[in-house]
T-cell receptor
């Protein structure tokens, strides 16, 4: 399974944008890039996913490098509720729907 | 609320015992996934079922087994429990075999 590398932790101020990086240099052409987050004492929650093009939804934006070896999750205005562990995950196209979680980035948001 | 229901929320048992964790997927979802989260291993994929059939398997121990029933609910059976099996067990569901997954609140298993 292709691996992702994320910083262990990041800090942000409330109402400021947050850019969460992820490296996935061994990504294959058919791997989807998914982001999930896990709030304290909850199950993981889907954030966004993409294949090649940048993606936007109501929660966040996903910027994918042209060579697809890295991606960045962008939270446009962090709130205290966004404090969570954010996981960048590669989903192989031909191996069912399994998600292989790494260590993730623990995001703390300061008021 | 994700729409995925897991029971029980907490389970305390002894080594050597057997337990069953239950998961009801969101209405209309055909896929069910099981994950284990422990402090030392993080979140690990165990197994996926799609419409009653096993679709993908992770590092699931032989002591663990799962099934998905015709009404699409799933059960994860853990037997000959060891201290190291203490963990949070999450179930997730998705519409198809590779779609967005919705996670339940988890079952916390404590093996004493």
């Amino acid at each position: 399974d292709a691996k992702t590398t994320q910083p262990n932790s990041m800090e942000s101020n409330e109402e400021e944008p947050v850019h969460l990086p992820c490296n996935h240099s061994t990504i294959s052409g058919t791997d989807y890039i998914h982001w999930y987050r896990q709030l304290p004492s909850q199950g993981p929650e889907y954030v966004i996913h993409g294949l090649t093009s940048n993606v936007n939804n109501r929660m966040a934006s996903l910027a994918i490098a042209e060579d697809r070896k890295s991606s960045t999750l962008i939270l446009h205005r962090a709130t205290l509720r966004d404090a969570a562990v954010y996981y960048c995950i590669l989903q192989p196209y031909n191996q069912g729907g399994k998600l292989i979680f790494g260590q993730g980035t623990e995001l703390s948001v300061k008021p | 609320d994700s729409g995925v229901t897991q029971t029980p929320k907490h389970l305390i048992t002894a080594t050597g015992q057997r337990v069953t964790l239950r998961c009801s997927p969101r209405s209309g979802d055909l896929s069910v996934y099981w994950y284990q989260q422990s402090l030392d291993q993080g979140l690990q994929f165990l197994i996926q079922y799609y419409n009653g059939e096993e679709r993908a398997k992770g590092n699931i121990l032989e002591r663990f087994s799962a099934q998905q029933f015709p009404d699409l609910h799933s059960e994860l059976n853990l037997s000959s429990l060891e201290l190291g099996d203490s963990a949070l067990y999450f179930c997730a569901s998705s519409v198809g075999a590779k779609n967005i997954q919705y996670f339940g609140a988890g079952t916390r298993l404590s093996v004493l």
